[in-house]
């Protein structure tokens, strides 16, 4: 009796081909309940053989039909396994389909499926934070985060659709083929219960699918830049644009080699989200932070002036450094300078902060560190804690007059877009600003503090507000009906090429 079971069970396992039922990942929508991401029917196509040799000739049989190169087939050859369904085009053309259902007879062993496609409504003006997906590669099969997933799984790559992939997922079901002792299939196993699976889970930005559309649409052609808004409530993301951009609908339909090392060579780095991996000197957009510095450590005060005027430049230490007005802004106080964006003037409060307390400050504030996003690959930003990072990074070890770089936002400073907004978020709030989140309701415990008193804050507000004031140095740059525009703009240097600045700026409305 214990062998005729044995042998009956191995008799069922021979003619049954589990087949996975898939299930659409989550519906992803904006702060207004707006779809930007959901699925649409898709086809995939599978090959249900007994043995390699008919796996391989399964494979060269619908070669023309789906385009599959040789390169193709030797990876698929690598994942089959006995008695496992293997995917071949798990978004195949529809037109394609149409063939290989119409001819059926000449594929045995090839089963088409539908399944949810995924769709990205308005891919490219949100490709950078939605990301994309594709199918789940070797090396995170064998990663600990993948354990339970299986070949043919698509996976979130980069952006939300990574971050939140467990939630997005879903569980994939299960039914069953019936196959013939020669492999051929059957159809469905008749009294067999199918296991549906269960949908991913939908989820809710804080991101306005208009104003990223709007950005969309008025940034200039091929201009790599980026555009960051929070929510000074909670910290939320409205818009974390980033160019250029990408189509996150190539890649599900699937890329070809040519197209993604064309992607990954091309040197406007489409696929860097300058957001929050760019790194750049942020210049006079951090001007702010010396002054707020300086104010917390009471070596100026509002109204005070510094001893020597502006000409246009001064020396230091033998070397002749010069502001952005030839002629000189003269004799000018906190807010002046703010407004004209004096480099002479924070000169001058560099050396009274010193180099030392400086970097102290400037690491205690937080421009070391990442702003805590819920997006993968945050940079941290670049920021000397001592002056051993100079011996560190350059071979050398830093006189006090480093300080005048680093006062006007230059040196060995580099920030994100990202944390130069919740920076100046903090400024137009009580001194603290929430961790910036894209995940509506995620409600962040985590708190950036300025520690600066409500009297020095509501002085850098006084100067942001005279930048944008008429005779202010960004007064053309941030005028809005019905808002009063507070901000800083800033000229970094770019090292890749001198000849064109890194163009910023930061503000309130």
């Known amino acids: 009796m214990l062998q005729s079971s044995d042998y009956i069970l191995r008799s069922e396992s021979n003619r049954l081909r589990p087949l996975p039922v898939e299930v659409p990942r989550g519906t992803v929508f904006d702060r207004h309940g707006r779809v930007v991401v959901d699925n649409v029917p898709g086809y995939v196509v599978y090959i249900l053989r007994g043995s390699r040799e008919a796996t391989r000739q399964s494979l060269e049989e619908l070669r023309p039909h789906l385009g599959i190169s040789d390169e193709r087939i030797e990876i698929l050859m690598e994942r089959v396994r006995r008695h496992e369904p293997l995917v071949v085009d798990y978004d195949a053309d529809f037109s394609a389909v149409s063939v290989l259902e119409e001819q059926r007879e000449k594929f045995p062993g090839v089963f088409i499926e539908t399944r949810p496609k995924r769709r990205y409504i308005s891919g490219e003006a949100m490709s950078h934070v939605l990301g994309y997906v594709t199918e789940i590669t070797a090396e995170e099969l064998a990663s600990d985060r993948f354990a339970d997933y299986e070949q043919g799984i698509l996976v979130g790559k980069v952006g939300i659709e990574r971050q939140y992939e467990e939630r997005l997922q879903g569980r994939r079901g299960t039914r069953y083929l019936e196959v013939d002792a020669r492999g051929r299939i059957v159809g469905p196993l008749a009294g067999n219960e199918e296991d549906s699976g269960e949908p991913g889970e939908n989820i809710h930005l804080t991101l306005d699918l208009e104003l990223m559309e709007w950005i969309h649409h008025i940034f200039p052609d091929s201009l790599p830049g980026a555009v960051v808004a929070?929510?000074?409530?909670?910290?939320?993301?409205?818009?974390?644009?980033?160019?250029?951009?990408?189509?996150?609908?190539?890649?599900?339909?699937?890329?070809?080699?040519?197209?993604?090392?064309?992607?990954?060579?091309?040197?406007?780095?489409?696929?860097?989200?300058?957001?929050?991996?760019?790194?750049?000197?942020?210049?006079?957009?951090?001007?702010?932070?010396?002054?707020?510095?300086?104010?917390?450590?009471?070596?100026?005060?509002?109204?005070?002036?510094?001893?020597?005027?502006?000409?246009?430049?001064?020396?230091?230490?033998?070397?002749?450094?010069?502001?952005?007005?030839?002629?000189?802004?003269?004799?000018?106080?906190?807010?002046?300078?703010?407004?004209?964006?004096?480099?002479?003037?924070?000169?001058?409060?560099?050396?009274?902060?010193?180099?030392?307390?400086?970097?102290?400050?400037?690491?205690?504030?937080?421009?070391?560190?990442?702003?805590?996003?819920?997006?993968?690959?945050?940079?941290?930003?670049?920021?000397?804690?001592?002056?051993?990072?100079?011996?560190?990074?350059?071979?050398?070890?830093?006189?006090?007059?480093?300080?005048?770089?680093?006062?006007?936002?230059?040196?060995?400073?580099?920030?994100?877009?990202?944390?130069?907004?919740?920076?100046?978020?903090?400024?137009?709030?009580?001194?603290s600003a929430p961790a910036p989140h894209i995940i509506e309701n995620l409600n962040p415990e985590d708190e950036w503090r300025l520690n600066l008193s409500q009297e020095s804050l509501e002085q850098l507000r006084v100067g942001l507000r005279a930048v944008t004031a008429p005779g202010g140095t960004a007064q053309y740059w941030a005028s809005l009906e019905h808002w009063e525009v507070l901000g800083k703009s800033g000229s970094g240097q770019n090292a890749q090429d001198l000849e064109r600045s890194h163009a910023w700026f930061a503000g309130m409305a």
């Not at 060579?265 to 002054?291: E, H, I």
């Not at 917390?296 to 450094?321: A, F, K, N, S, W």
């Not at 702003?371 to 560190?392: A, K």
């Not at 920030?415 to 978020?425: G, N, V």
């Open 230 to 431: 929070l929510d000074p409530d909670d910290g939320g993301v409205l818009a974390l644009y980033s160019a250029p951009t990408f189509d996150p609908n190539a890649f599900v339909e699937g890329m070809s080699d040519e197209e993604w090392k064309s992607l990954q060579s091309d040197p406007q780095m489409p696929l860097l989200n300058r957001t929050v991996m760019g790194l750049y000197p942020p210049a006079s957009t951090w001007k702010l932070a010396t002054a707020g510095i300086a104010l917390d450590l009471g070596v100026v005060g509002p109204h005070e002036e510094m001893p020597i005027p502006c000409t246009g430049g001064m020396e230091y230490g033998g070397v002749y450094r010069g502001c952005w007005l030839s002629e000189g802004h003269g004799f000018l106080d906190l807010a002046g300078a703010i407004a004209h964006s004096c480099n002479v003037y924070f000169y001058q409060l560099g050396l009274r902060i010193g180099l030392d307390p400086i970097l102290e400050a400037g690491t205690r504030i937080g421009f070391s560190e990442q702003c805590g996003i819920d997006l993968p690959q945050e940079s941290r930003g670049i920021f000397p804690s001592e002056r051993d990072f100079w011996d560190r990074r350059f071979g050398y070890q830093p006189m006090e007059g480093e300080v005048l770089s680093l006062a006007i936002g230059q040196g060995p400073n580099s920030q994100t877009p990202l944390k130069m907004a919740q920076f100046y978020l903090a400024l137009a709030r009580d001194g």
